[in-house]
T-cell receptor, first 115, second 116 residues
Framework: AQKVTQAQTEISVVEKEDVTLDCVYE???????LFWYKQPPSGELVFLIR??????QNEISGRYSWNFQKSTSSFNFTITASQVVDSAVYFC????????????FGAGTTVTVRA | NAGVTQTPKFRVLKTGQSMTLLCAQD?????MYWYRQDPGMGLRLIHY???????AKGEVPDGYNVSRLKKQNFLLGLESAAPSQTSVYFC???????????????FGNGTRLTVT
């Protein structure tokens, strides 16, 4: 069963528009970690954020913000005032086991920001 | 400041050939992982290791073998390559107690493998 679902396959926006990426996860554990990674066209994986299950505070980092809601098992990611450099594939991931750090990734959402 | 280095970056194999992908990290990390990335499927864990001399199966281990003879190296082997193994392979590493810090899994830049 898919543990992390990113229902949006592709999103295309014009520069300066806001874009929200959805992430819904599934777990029976009460303690878990959620992540977002960015994969630009160059192919490397860039860590964006880690969120613990016991910390539901939303987080903002520059133009990036994250909305974690345990009640709906969602960890959504918003890019405000998007820029062409934000064009990338974005992955949401879940880790349930605190002993070995294995990540279950969603299928990814491709974001294209047009000038 | 190398981090996680994967060798080679690209490779083309014919069906039935064998090869080994090398992952080397210079951060003294205990844990190492091999993932494969396929379109529309995200990254899936193949094998992982929680320490030198130990390995374990991940989500999609069939057709692959691994070895961790030295702490800094994690090798991924394909004994008889199949077209279904055409993918981009990522190696990653982390400290054992990474949970306490905010530092994440450290990924290599990937190896693009094509099996014809």
């Amino acid at each position: 069963a898919q543990k992390v679902t990113q229902a949006q396959t592709e999103i295309s926006v014009v520069e300066k528009e806001d874009v929200t990426l959805d992430c819904v996860y599934e777990t029976r554990d009460t303690t878990y970690y959620l992540f977002w990674y960015k994969q630009p066209p160059s192919g490397e994986l860039v860590f964006l954020i880690r969120r613990n299950s016991f910390d539901e505070q939303n987080e903002i980092s520059g133009r990036y913000s994250w909305n974690f809601q345990k009640s709906t098992s969602s960890f959504n990611f918003t890019i405000t005032a998007s820029q062409v450099v934000d064009s990338a594939v974005y992955f949401c991931a879940l880790s349930e086991n605190l002993n070995d750090y294995k990540l279950s990734f969603g299928a990814g959402t491709t974001v294209t920001v047009r000038a | 400041n190398a981090g996680v280095t994967q060798t080679p970056k690209f490779r083309v194999l014919k069906t039935g050939q064998s090869m080994t992908l090398l992952c080397a990290q210079d951060m003294n990390h205990e844990y190492m992982y091999w993932y494969r990335q396929d379109p529309g499927m995200g990254l899936r864990l193949i094998h992982y290791s929680v320490g030198e001399g130990t390995t374990a199966k991940g989500e999609v281990p069939d057709g692959y073998n691994v070895s961790r003879l030295k702490k800094q190296n994690f090798l991924l082997g394909l004994e008889s390559a199949a077209p279904s193994q055409t993918s981009v392979y990522f190696c990653a590493s982390s400290y054992r107690l990474e949970w306490i810090a905010d530092s994440p899994l450290h990924f290599g830049n990937g190896t693009r493998l094509t099996v014809t």
